[in-house]
DNA sequence: ACCCCCCGAATTTTT
DNA sequence: TTCGGGGGGT
């Protein structure tokens, strides 16, 4: 409650304001942000570049609603991405409305608040309302297992392939019936709808949901009881949806049923930074808003309060170039600054090297550390800097590494607590079965796989019949008895023991602690000590479950990071962020935009790849700092790059260019960069191996030649396509094929040996 | 049950 | 190059 008295908005609420003057959480608003906190009745689209004061507006709006009485917290449906902006979004919102409400209950993830709706529902889905939520590890174990149960061969088809294809489905809140027979052909030749089918029949068996599920199954349930949708509907009095423009099929369906004909819904985002439309996010969800929303007012918040006019002007000349977008102009009264500077690089080395320099400079000139970002395409050109940064000695956090929740060890632990609360999770037994060794092996597990199916009950109920019979050696029949018997007493005492106390007594009676105790090797002790910070993490939760459904729909950990360290992450991990100084290395064709993200996308690849170096660039709020290298080491060769076009698409006006002389493995003709790839000389173990595969005959697996050129993804002219339907063709990547469709520069190629693909005509040759 | 070697894959990632 | 998984040998 001292909050209060920090907290204009809360304070405001707190006291109503005077009949005639406007309330005081008004003030301060720009005149469109109080256009888009004011309108609350009937669809509304926010437009919100990037530092335009987005969750202030969102929780703004949040404040009106409540203050003027309008709805009750628990009659709004404010939905996020991540848990971090609802975590945000709660944390302003716990200020707004004090102790009165323990907090908005449908604040949430699309996730969370999908699972929450799931579980009131389960039984009309074949569900138990204690489920567990698959992680994608298990996900793709389960997959294999139906993959092989069908006797198809999981090394051509892997359990990997087959889960993207579902997460497509699912992302599309497609049923197997509902799959397209041309996309079910891309897994074991058309089996792909009935592995699908098959999956989620064990997924049932095991009480078991995936990510997918808990919004198709709930559109599902919407769908088949009309009672039911009608309720939520009479509950949700206002819709609030940020990031929409990540949002992707199932999303928006489920957003659609759920406004229902009130149409009280305000979605908020940016159609320039969706960047993740290769995990299913539909931009045409944000581009198409008016036409879902008949009457939709569309506001567009343009007033930067983050970045200099010329760190805006260098990413609005650049975002300039996508044909896809509604189209904003950022503007800012912040005084001019200094320009986005752009330089180039022998190699990547030199490139961190001289990176790293500077920010000891900027540090030795007052600078903070935290202030300091950089932001790459891809996770693997984080090394160089780490081991400059080590060398140097400069503290450097990375986010987006390896996750708490994803350690084996806690992996392990989490699998025991599942299978306490949840005892049809067969996948969390086959884990732990054996984990810490207890003379199960093969053979055993096969026969508690047999009994399991004979029966038809879960590996562990089998398993508890087994004990009695001599269907088993005595060894493993003997570790088998000692792991059901705990289990017995573990889930007995669940409802008696505090949470906490039972998770220790697991730990210790299973053997997970002792057999991390006798590990000599150096990670045994950080990972008894993250067992322990599991423990301790349990605290916060009234019980198991409630502990057990956090984890799977937040799996990281808070970190409260204040020590000044410089921040290492991927672009795609800084969307929503901002640091004062921004250095953006590896603008390389090929890197970014990436190879694969043109060759898999084509036009909406390059757009979106266009869209990242936008979020890269407007992290900004003083200082950006744009580099490339000429030559790269990936995979073990050397690889030499020509300069993003991104680099050429950027204002000259608000860019210095430092690049200094090496051009020359580069050539430029009449608006066309030539590269090469050379193979170094380095005698390196790699290279001698590389050499004794070629003298063996053996074929070397060495990366396809990059070739682009920087005009030609951008071309819509048909004559600039040189292949005709039919021809046949070759492609570095996927090899001999024929073309099937011509689409302007864009090819819709059946390859021999990977099927059909979509691929720019230029990166193919004739035969 | 464990170890070693070979092979293939290597953008981005939340939930 | 580096990682992880799987197969095969001990």
């Known amino acids: 409650m001292a909050d209060f008295d920090d907290d204009p908005l809360a304070r405001a609420i707190a006291r109503p304001p005077a009949p005639s003057a406007p309330p005081r959480y008004l003030e301060g608003l720009n005149p469109a942000q109080r256009e888009a906190v004011e309108a609350v009745d009937g669809p509304v689209l926010v437009l919100a570049g990037a530092g335009t004061g987005k969750t202030r507006v969102l929780t703004t709006r949040l404040a009106h609603i409540l203050a003027t009485k309008r709805a009750w917290p628990g009659q709004i449906l404010c939905v996020t991405f991540t848990n971090k902006a609802a975590r945000e979004m709660k944390e302003r919102i716990g200020h707004l409305i004090g102790g009165v409400v323990e907090g908005m209950q449908w604040l949430g993830t699309f996730h969370a608040i999908g699972a929450k709706i799931l579980r009131r529902h389960a039984e009309l889905v074949g569900l138990k309302s204690n489920f567990t939520i698959l992680d994608d ?25 087959l889960r993207a294809l579902i997460d497509r489905w699912k992302n599309r809140a497609q049923a197997p019936s509902e799959v397209p027979a041309g996309e079910s052909h891309a897994f074991a030749n058309g089996k792909g709808a009935e592995m699908y089918a098959a999956y989620q029949e064990r997924l049932k068996a095991l009480n078991a949901v995936d990510f997918g599920d808990l919004l198709v199954l709930t559109i599902q349930i919407f769908k088949a009881a009309p009672d039911i949708l009608a309720d939520y509907r009479r509950r949700f009095v206002y819709l609030l949806v940020d990031e929409y423009q990540d949002t992707n099929v199932a999303q928006y369906l489920w957003l659609k049923l759920l406004a229902g004909e009130r149409h009280n819904i305000c979605c908020v985002g940016d159609d320039d930074q969706s960047i993740y439309g290769w995990r299913g996010a539909e931009v045409d969800n944000i581009l198409r808003f008016e036409k879902d929303f008949p009457g939709a007012r569309i506001i567009r918040l343009e007033q930067n309060y983050r970045s200099t006019p010329h760190i805006l002007g260098a990413a609005s000349g650049l975002i300039a170039a996508n044909e896809a977008r509604l189209g904003k102009t950022l503007f800012t009264k912040r005084g001019e600054g200094e320009k986005v500077t752009l330089s180039g690089f022998w190699d990547g080395e030199e490139e961190a090297r001289s990176i790293a320099d500077d920010i000891e400079a900027a540090q030795r000139a007052g600078e903070g550390l935290s202030d300091m970002a950089i932001l790459v395409r891809a996770s693997f050109q984080m090394r160089e800097f780490e081991e400059r940064f080590l060398n140097l000695g400069i503290p450097y956090r990375v986010i987006g590494g390896p996750r708490f929740y994803e350690r084996q060890e806690i992996r392990d632990a989490l699998a025991y607590f599942r299978l306490i609360v949840q005892g049809d999770d067969d996948l969390a037994f086959e884990r732990i079965v054996n984990k810490p060794k207890r003379g199960i092996g093969d053979v055993a597990q096969q026969a508690i796989h047999k009994a399991a199916r004979a029966a038809g009950v879960s590996l562990l109920r089998a398993s508890f019949a087994l004990i009695e019979t001599d269907e088993m050696a005595a060894k493993a029949r003997s570790g088998l008895r000692r792991l059901v018997e705990s289990f017995a007493r573990w889930r007995a005492n669940l409802e008696t023991q505090s949470h906490t106390e039972l998770a220790a007594i697991v730990l210790e009676e299973s053997g997970l602690i002792e057999q991390l105790q006798n590990d000599r090797s150096p990670e045994a002790a950080g990972r008894l000590e993250n067992l322990k910070e599991l423990v301790r993490s349990m605290e916060e939760f009234e019980n198991l ?29 800084a969307k929503g962020l901002e640091f004062d100084r921004v250095f953006l290395p590896g603008w ?35 200082l950006a700092h744009i580099s490339y290298a000429t030559n790269r080491r990936t995979h073990g060769l050397w690889q030499t790059a020509i300069p993003s076009r991104f680099v050429e698409e950027i204002p000259d006006a608000h860019v210095e260019r430092r690049e200094t002389d090496l051009g020359a493995a580069q050539t430029y003709d009449g608006g066309r960069w030539a590269t090469g790839m050379y193979e170094s000389s380095y005698s390196s173990p790699g290279w001698r191996r590389a050499q004794a595969n070629a003298a063996s005959g053996r074929a070397v697996n060495r990366a396809p030649l990059i070739e682009v050129s920087a005009e030609l993804i951008a071309t819509n002219d048909p004559s600039a396509t040189l292949v005709q339907r039919g021809e046949r063709v070759f492609h570095d990547k996927f090899g001999y094929g024929r073309v099937a469709q011509v689409d302007g520069n864009k090819l819709v190629v059946d390859f021999e040996t990977s099927g059909e693909k979509r691929v720019i005509a230029q990166f193919v040759k004739r035969t």
């Not at 502990?547 to 950990?557: K, P």
């Not at 990436?594 to 660039?617: K, M």
Request: aromatic share 4%; net charge negative; charged share 35%.
């Open 137 to 161: 590890d298990d996900q793709e174990r389960l997959l294999k297992q139906v993959i092989q149960a069908a006797n198809i061969d999981d090394k051509r088809w892997t359990a990997r392939h």
């Open 588 to 622: 390389e064709e090929g890197l970014f935009p990436h190879q694969r993200a043109l060759d898999e996308s084509g036009l909406a690849g390059l757009e979106e790849e266009r869209r990242l170096a936008y979020v890269g660039i407007t992290r900004a709020k003083r």
């Open 545 to 573: 479950p409630g502990f057990l459904e956090h984890v799977s729909l937040v799996m990281a950990v808070e970190q409260n990071e204040t020590d000044d360290k410089v921040t290492l992450m991927t672009l795609h991990g």
